[in-house]
């Protein structure tokens, strides 16, 4: 973070070891409403008359989504709440010669029981590592490279498909500029991508079984375009 700036995130995570790396260097900020989130940026903004940098996050609507659906009735009530929000804090940023930017950092899809498949035990045990990555994009460590590759590939047929993770670091999937030394290390050695609206998932020993209906990390459109608002007060 550069500096001067400020993090106002979610009170029940403001101490987690994700956030104490994400705002290093920053001035963390907690709230627990939406009315505290607007109130906390706009005393950040305020807070002096030197340029500043301020960064906020509302987690529920992602909850939510994940929960019922992006396309869900709570899904909506909620989008409504940050909209009204939003609005609430440009008035009240009015005159501080401020850009505010509101914008996601992915979009969803809804995917129904019978499009979520459970990795097999006969894949399954031929992992170093549990999944990783996302149900839509999952990123696979594995012993032998072909015979897992030729085994996922007859499992999902037509719902994914099966790739060299290098090959979507060479076909630019994750942006440009000079890797990580370990990058290789995140991305593991196969990649499921499922189509559609398919995922994947695999369970390890004493993890609680649960679904998402709301999905992301995918490369559908709705998935990968997101909004951008910029408004200058």
Request: hydrophobic share 40%; with cysteine.
């Amino acid at each position: 973070m550069p500096g001067n700036s400020f993090v106002v995130t979610y009170k029940e995570i403001i101490d987690s070891e994700y956030n104490t790396c994400h705002c290093r260097g920053a001035q963390c900020v907690a709230y627990e409403t939406l009315d505290e989130l607007v109130a906390q940026i706009e005393g950040a903004v305020k807070s002096g008359a030197d340029r500043k940098f301020v960064y906020a996050y509302w987690p529920v609507y992602d909850m939510v989504s994940h929960r019922y659906g992006a396309g869900s009735a709570e899904a909506f009530e909620q989008f409504a709440k940050i909209d009204a929000a939003f609005g609430t804090l440009l008035a009240r940023l009015s005159g501080t010669d401020s850009v505010v930017i509101a914008t996601a950092d992915h979009g969803f899809i809804d995917v129904a029981p019978e499009e979520s498949f459970e990795l097999p035990v006969s894949l399954a045990s031929l992992l170093r590592f549990p999944l990783c990555g996302e149900r839509r994009v999952a990123y696979c460590h594995v012993h032998d490279v072909k015979t897992f590759m030729q085994k996922a590939k007859d499992w999902l047929g037509e719902h994914a498909d099966v790739i060299p993770s290098q090959n979507l670091a060479d076909e630019g999937w994750f942006g440009p500029g000079t890797p990580h030394p370990r990058f290789k290390e995140r991305i593991g050695d196969v990649a499921l991508v499922m189509r559609g609206r398919y995922t994947v998932k695999d369970w390890t020993p004493g993890e609680s079984r649960h679904l998402h209906i709301g999905n992301h990390g995918g490369t559908s459109d709705d998935e990968m375009l997101i909004p951008l608002i910029l408004e200058a007060t």
